[in-house]
Structure formats: structure tokens, C-alpha cells
């Protein structure tokens, strides 16, 4: 998806499903500064790649977070209780890939234990202590930050 989109110079198509500062998460973080605020929908972003990559297991178990500066009148507050993300956000369409500011991805040494907690995705949400514990161990590692000009070495697998 990340190369298309790079390739594409676009982000989508819309509605595209995402993590931003929210009311919700103000709310949530009131003591939070916006860097602080932007960290924790960012938090929720690698959360949701999860789900993602559970989704589609021909991807390489490695979370994707693309950053990008969307108006606040191209989003949506997501309140439906079947996605209760203080952060989740809809952009009703295609963004330009000029807007995106940097790509997070996971560091290569962390794809087993991501992978494990790709694998203990259901069980976790389910209530399986074992498995939230895999999930939790993925949610330990910070995402390496990538500047857009540098996602081609990315995707090439030479950066």
C-alpha cells in the first residue's frame, strides 16, 4: 500500500480511516502539549496497523504509520461505538502525497515480536492475558521515523 501510494503521489483513495489530536484525546491527555498529543494518536496508529496487517497476512509483518498535515475541515471525528479510538479520524478523500510529512515503520528487529502480536490479535482482544501481553510487547517498540524523500530507499530495502 505504501508503495503505491509513494508511487501514485497520492494517499488513498478516500475515505481513508485515521489517527489525529481529537477532542476525545484532548480530553483524554488534557495535560499534553500537541507534540506529546500527535505522539499518542500516533501510539493509536501503530495499534490500528495491527489490525491491518491480521487483515491482509500476505503483508510483511511490519506496522506503517504514514504522518501527514490534513486540514482540519478534510476530517471527521469518528464516534461510532464499534470504533471507540479516542484518536480515530475519516479524510473523505485521497490525499496528496505533498502532505505527508514523514513515514514511521518498524525497525527491522522488531518483525518477530510484531509478527507474534499479529498472531495474538484476536485471542488479545478477546481477553486472552497471554495474548494482550504479545500485543503490548509489539506497542513497546518505537516506530523509526522516515522523511517522505527517503520511503523509495525504504521500500527498496536500502535505507
Same mark, same amino acid.
Given at each position: 500500500m505504501l508503495a503505491r501510494w509513494q508511487a501514485g503521489g497520492e494517499v488513498g483513495p478516500g475515505p481513508l480511516g485515521g489517527h @489525529? %489530536?481529537?477532542p476525545a484525546l484532548r480530553e483524554w491527555y488534557a495535560a499534553g502539549?500537541?507534540?506529546? #498529543?500527535?505522539y499518542a494518536a500516533m501510539a493509536?496508529? *501503530?495499534?490500528?496497523? #495491527? &489490525? #491491518? #496487517?491480521?487483515?491482509?497476512r500476505d503483508a510483511p509483518a511490519r506496522r506503517v504509520v504514514v504522518a501527514a498535515e490534513v486540514p482540519e475541515a478534510a476530517c471527521s471525528v469518528v464516534? *461510532?461505538?464499534?470504533e471507540p479510538v479516542r484518536? @480515530? %479520524?475519516?479524510v *473523505?478523500? &485521497?490525499l496528496p502525497w505533498a502532505v505527508v510529512a514523514a513515514v514511521h515503520v518498524d525497525d527491522v528487529a522488531a518483525l518477530p515480536v510484531i509478527a507474534a502480536a499479529v498472531e495474538a490479535l484476536a485471542a488479545a482482544e478477546a481477553g486472552d492475558a497471554d495474548a494482550?501481553?504479545? %500485543?503490548?510487547?509489539a506497542e513497546g517498540w518505537e516506530l523509526q521515523w522516515w522523511a517522505t524523500q527517503e520511503v523509495v530507499h525504504l521500500l527498496e530495502g536500502t535505507g
Open positions: @489525529g %489530536v481529537t502539549d500537541l507534540e506529546e #498529543l500527535e493509536d496508529a *501503530a495499534r490500528a496497523a #495491527l &489490525s #491491518l #496487517l491480521a487483515a491482509d464516534t *461510532a461505538p464499534e484518536s @480515530g %479520524v475519516r *473523505a478523500q &485521497s494482550m501481553f504479545a %500485543v503490548d510487547e
